[in-house]
């Protein structure tokens, strides 16, 4: 993971990679030690920042050229959350990821997902990222075509719809929203049967009527 963070940050001109790991907060992966020799490792001695435990480890370059206040920097460690929610409470941040719940990345689907984006896709856009954790993910070769699973995702894809992008809908029957990256008619007409199929009151239906906006 660093490897391509390092990758993705030479590659974009940026100075250096900030992640959210904590000394102590997993017992193997994020001790002090082995958090030194993952950096090390992937080539990115000094340009690896953990705002979060910042003071417990060794100043880093971005530091040492003031491009980060190392003043500001916390001192958190230990596997207790409670720190991390205050501050969270403290900035207004009330949507984010269950404590303890583990990186996404480790989650198969989610990483088979980011994968393929990857692959598939040249510019990724924070959409496209906010895009992964909504519905059923397919491709008709390089269009992506993402089938809501239930009411509130429907309204999640109308939301993330960006210019250039088609929302199908069954007309007058219930079932789900689906979105395409895209305007190509074959990767239309894929979206449509994955729109029937997912509705179970259209799979009763011999015919359909879709409406597109």
Known sequence: MFKQAKKIMEE???SFIATGEVIGE???SQRKKAMEFLEKKAGLEGKLLRPLSAKLLKETEIEKKKIVDRKKLLAISGR???KQIALAKKYGI???PTPAGGCLLTDPAFSKRL???LEKQEKIT????ALLFVG???WHKNVK???ARNEEENKKLHKLKKDGNIIIELEDIPGPTTLVRGGAQEAINKAKRLTKRYSSAARRKKQVRFKKC
Do not use: A, C, T, W
Not at 126 to 129: F, G, K, S, Y
């Open 12 to 14: 974009q001109g940026f």
């Open 26 to 28: 997993r017992p193997m």
């Open 80 to 82: 207790s959350r409670k």
């Open 94 to 96: 009330e949507d984010y």
């Open 115 to 117: 994968k393929e984006l």
């Open 126 to 129: 924070e959409n496209d990222i």
């Open 136 to 138: 059923r993910h397919f």
């Open 145 to 147: 075509i993402v089938v």
